[in-house]
């Protein structure tokens, strides 16, 4: 079809995302653009904690370049890709959406596949994480009954937080942040007259040896996520012009986070990599100002990982209403709450999972999500080029200010990093990312016969892009 048709071809669904908004409007509150900040920062950081294994595996000179230079080659592509494409289909369902509109249903199907379960999977470890900390204060939830009894009400909790409202985990989201950050704050306050400049440009101690695959690993997920808000974007405030300055915003209180409490703590305390695993900066706390300081680092982990539960969770639920929307998944499926306005099926589909996985042995499933991930943002970063050259007409209220050629260069370069996160995957990672990318495959074409057969009831716009021109 023409260029003129196929800018067309947009317009029943964002008419259908502003119809669905302004119901929206009357029942339940928008996001605005500080919860939306820190909802982003809780996607793709949470705090320091985590970046401690980049010094133990590289040194601090090595940790310190990583998350400065690291942002500009992997985060800011994404979050570009992101203000662009999320301003230009505003619409719950983010990525799913941009896949869909640049390749078809089924290419959006698969994409809203490994993006969910990469994300749920994620979800699962917050909860089990949340009472390795409960534990050290209450040893009772270190084993046994009494531990899997607390990740489940842990789980139930959280999620029932998430069920009343989207303002609501955005506001407290904002709370956890700045409670969580206090500590680091202190801690680089506390550290700087003890701090050594040549501690920071050391390459790490005589003897040990570097771990690129650990280096690389820690700065990709640190680092990375700056899509996943996108799937909330029909549920804020004017997202046109709200969600590229909260992506720029979330983008300094990220990289402010990770720098300064590393700078601080690298540079005043002697370098021993052995000890520079996750949870060393309680540690430092220690050394540094007493054992207060380290308690008030503990909590802020804590909290810090309530708000990444909650982060995460709103992602998926609302990535499953956006499916819905879509004619993805059927309609039950985008249910909301009549009191509160949430997705709720979408909340109890990712809690029910979520659940379920925190009581496995879940190590090589964990390492899948890296896998899936990648898969997932090498077909985001494909639709956004194809969408570039198939709709160049398209109002973009954001645009990345490129030609063609300046885009390819700037996807390929992360890209490229995704596909040596692939390679030197483990041959069990391969397998299972292998296995669930084919089970995505089977429910796209299962739900493709639930409809033809009436078996199930679906919205219509996956009718309507079938009947037009999408490659």
Known sequence: MGQEQETISQVPFLEDQQQQQSTITVTSKKLSLLPLIFLIYFEVAGGPYGEEPAVGAAGPLFAILGFLIFPFIWSIPEALVTAELATTFPGNGGYVIWAHHAFGPFWGSLMGSWKFLSGVINLASYPILCIDYLKLVFPVFASGFSHYLAIFVVTL?????????????GYTAVTLGVVSLTPFLLLTAIAIPKI????????????VPKNWRLFFNTLFWNLNFWDNASTLAGEVEQPQSTFPKALFSAGLLTCVAYLLPLLAATGAVPLDQENWVDGYF????????GKWLKICIEIGACLSIIGL??????????????????????????????WFHTPWVGIFISTLIALTVSYMDFTNIISCVNFLYSLGMLLEFASFLWLRKKLPETKRPFRVPMEMLGLIFMCIIPSGFLVYVMVVATKMVCIVSALLTFFGIFLYFFMKLCRSNKWLEFKNFEEKLDNEDLN
């Open 157 to 169: 909790v959280l999620s029932f937080l998430n069920y009343t409202g989207l303002a609501i985990v």
């Open 196 to 207: 050594d400049f040549m501690r920071w440009i050391s390459l790490g101690q005589n003897g």
């Open 309 to 338: 539960y909650e982060a995460q969770l709103s992602n998926c639920a609302y990535q499953i209403l956006g499916m819905t929307n879509l004619g993805l998944l059927p309609k039950v499926f985008g249910s909301r709450s009549s």
């Open 282 to 289: 309680a540690e430092v706390a220690e050394i540094i100002a």
